[in-house]
């Protein structure tokens, strides 16, 4: 009979493993379907940058012959193709960057002569993949830029101070300030002060960004990085307390893996220095509003994020990684909240927004400054945080208690019944526990005499919270010590308010 079980048994085994075997090779042909479907969706979408390079050859031909010059348009990699939607929002900021390449970069034909160039102005645009991004070059072999007219202009105009000193990467940032033109009068195309932060505007909007380059009597070069699909995107996974949120992978330039006490240096130091930059510092679940203090672990995860020109360093509390991800629309209600890029809907269901760490942290130096002590970063160890044991029957229960005292800079330690807590109290002493009484194995009275009979233990806080409310049980619970009795459904303000009464040392 134990023979005929155990053939039984390894027949059912080998069942079990044909189905196994045969359940992998269906996922990974709907999973190669998914991929082949959604690469010809790509497609769908996808249009070439040749569809705007006749628009683009009439706006230099226009303009050339508006101001009596002579220019000539060169297209490399007009093949490569862009999200629809991109090569929509791209199109007037192009034809800004045509127009002032013309009004105050290439010379007149004399100018030329005179500096050994061609009587005609070269205008070259490149275009070339590079992983997920497209980046498109636009270079001009005019005089370039005039970096101490630039910086005189933005003094006259109050833009920055005389006595401010800029370096030659910051003077070619002035460019893209609004309102700011050194053309010496204003005509149709030049002197409006408007043009290149429009430029960097729309760019930006798209989720791309805009780099300068200047060399005096030789020309300016634009080069524009865009995403190459608005409805796919690769993105970091992160958490930032109870909450999970992704960055776009295109704007992270690296991610660190730092010690607490280097980490605790670091957030002295305010900022993070890598190859010459400096990233100022930022805790994500601060920068998002959550209250607490910055969770220090052993080992913490720093994200070296840039967005346009401006760079920053996010210290999160977990890195999932990274994953593709397609991009929903969040509608009008969130569409002009600043740091809100997108949102994606896991595969469990749950939503997820696509965080622009960079604005976030713009939007947080633009409040206002009477910020109170409490409200100011505070560099805590995960060890210094006050520990709460919740214990509870229900997963239910112990997550969203968890997921509130978490919120408010708690760490948890969970228990599924008396037993799990008392050997959980034996690695580690909460500062207060929360206690259920209907339990399996043991249940929370049983649970509160043996934390009392301990030495050990005995003066640990306890607060139940049970749907039985009658005087009865009452009466037994203040017998046996318990501090605070809530009955269920609670009041979570009521909670914290007893939590921090309890806690405190």
């Known amino acids: 009979m134990m023979a005929e079980g155990l ?46 390079s006749e628009r683009l050859h009439r706006i230099v031909r226009q303009t050339a012959r508006d101001l009596g010059k002579k220019a000539e348009l060169d297209i490399q990699g007009s093949q490569v193709e862009l ?51 497209i980046v498109l070059v636009a270079s001009d072999d005019g005089a370039g830029l005039d970096l101490e007219r630039l910086r005189a202009k933005a003094i006259e105009k109050g833009l920055i101070g005389s006595d401010v000193a800029l370096t030659e990467a910051e003077q070619l940032q002035l460019v893209f300030l609004s309102g700011l033109s050194t053309a010496p009068s204003v005509t149709e195309l030049a002197g409006r002060g408007v043009g290149m932060d429009v430029v960097r505007t729309e760019i930006n909007a798209v989720g791309g960004r805009i780099e300068l380059a200047s060399a005096r009597g030789r020309g300016t070069t634009f ?5 190459l699909t608005l409805a796919v995107t ?32 670091l957030y002295e130091k305010g900022s993070v220095e890598f190859q010459g930059r400096d990233y100022p510092l930022h805790y994500l679940r601060q920068l998002l509003g959550q209250r607490g203090a910055t969770d220090i672990q052993d080992y913490n995860s720093l994200l070296l994020v840039r967005s346009a020109n401006e760079r920053v360093a996010v210290h999160v509390d977990e890195l999932f990684g990274n994953r593709e991800m397609v991009v929903k629309n969040i509608g009008p209600q969130l569409a002009h909240i600043a740091g809100v890029t997108g949102a994606t809907v896991l595969p469990d269901g749950r939503i997820v927004l696509i965080l622009n760490p960079v604005q976030l942290a713009s939007r947080q130096r633009s409040l206002p400054a009477a910020t109170s002590a409490a409200d100011a970063t505070l560099v805590v160890p995960a060890a210094a945080a006050p520990v709460v044991m919740v214990v509870d029957d229900s997963i239910t229960v112990r997550k969203i208690t968890s997921r509130l005292l978490e919120r408010e800079g708690y760490r948890v330690v969970t228990a599924r019944d008396g037993v799990d807590a008392l050997e959980q109290l034996k690695k580690e002493r909460p500062a207060v ?14 649970l509160t005499r043996n934390v009392r009979g301990d030495p050990r233990t005995m003066a640990i806080p306890i607060i139940v919270i049970s749907s039985r409310t009658a005087p009865k049980h009452r009466s037994r619970a203040s017998e046996l010590g318990v501090n605070v009795y809530l009955g269920k459904p609670y009041e979570e303000a009521e909670l914290l308010q007893q939590i921090a009464a309890l806690a405190r040392p």
Do not use: C, W
């Open 7 to 52: 053939n039984d048994a390894l027949s059912i085994q080998q069942a079990l493993a044909k189905n196994v075997g045969e359940t992998d090779a269906a996922l990974t042909h709907q999973a190669r379907l998914g991929r082949e479907l959604q690469q010809d969706l790509m497609r769908m979408r996808a249009l070439p940058f040749a569809n705007l």
């Open 83 to 133: 999200d629809r939607s991109v090569l929509e929002r791209i199109a007037a900021p192009l034809e800004h960057l045509l127009r002032n390449a013309l009004a105050h970069g290439i010379e007149e034909p004399a100018a030329r002569s005179a500096a050994g160039k061609s009587d005609a102005g070269r205008i070259a645009i490149a275009l070339r993949q590079e992983a997920n991004e």
């Open 223 to 227: 080069t524009i990085y865009l995403p």
């Open 234 to 265: 690769h993105a970091v996974m992160v958490r930032a307390g109870s909450m999970t949120a992704a960055i776009s992978s295109a704007a992270v330039e690296q991610v660190l893996r730092i010690k607490a006490d280097a980490l605790v240096a």
């Open 433 to 446: 526990m929360l206690i259920d009484i209907e339990m399996p194995r043991m249940d929370g009275f049983d």
